[in-house]
Nanobody
Framework: QVQLVESGGGLVQPGGSLRLSCAVS????????VGWYRQAPGKQRELVAS???????NYSDSVKGRFKISRDSAKNTVYLEMNGLKPDDTAVYYC????????WGQGTQVTVSS
C-alpha cells in the first residue's frame, strides 16, 4: 500500500521560500510520476508540479519559474522548492502519484502573509 507523508510547510512572508518534502513508501519514486497539489480554502485541489520518469517535470502557469520539483531516489522522497512566495500560494499542499491517485496524506499547510 502506498503511503504519502508531506512536511515542510509553515508561515512565510511574501517573497520568502520554503521546501516541502513528500516521503513515499510502497512505490519507487524514480519509476513513478509524482505530483504536488494544493488546495486553498473554498477552491478545488489543483496540480502545480509533477516529476516523471527520466526527470521530466511540468509546472502550472501559476508557479512556473518560482517552484522547482525534484526527487531523491535514495530517500524515496520528492521535494517542492518554492521561491518568491505570494499570498495566493497559501494552501494545503499534498503530493500524490499520477495518473491514478493513491489515498491522500494529511498535507502540509503553507501560509504566505506579512
Amino acid at each position: 500500500q502506498v503511503q504519502l507523508v508531506e512536511s515542510g510547510g509553515g508561515l512565510v512572508q511574501p517573497g520568502g521560500s520554503l521546501r516541502l518534502s513528500c516521503a513515499v513508501s510502497g512505490r519507487i519514486v524514480s519509476f513513478a510520476t509524482v505530483g504536488w497539489y494544493r488546495q486553498a480554502p473554498g477552491k478545488q485541489r489543483e496540480l502545480v508540479a509533477s516529476i516523471a520518469r527520466f526527470g521530466i517535470t511540468n509546472y502550472s502557469d501559476s508557479v512556473k519559474g518560482r517552484f522547482k520539483i525534484s526527487r531523491d531516489s535514495a530517500k524515496n522522497t520528492v521535494y517542492l522548492e518554492m521561491n518568491g512566495l505570494k499570498p495566493d500560494d497559501t494552501a494545503v499542499y499534498y503530493c500524490n502519484l499520477l495518473p491514478f491517485n493513491e489515498p491522500w496524506g494529511q498535507g502540509t499547510q503553507v501560509t504566505v502573509s506579512s
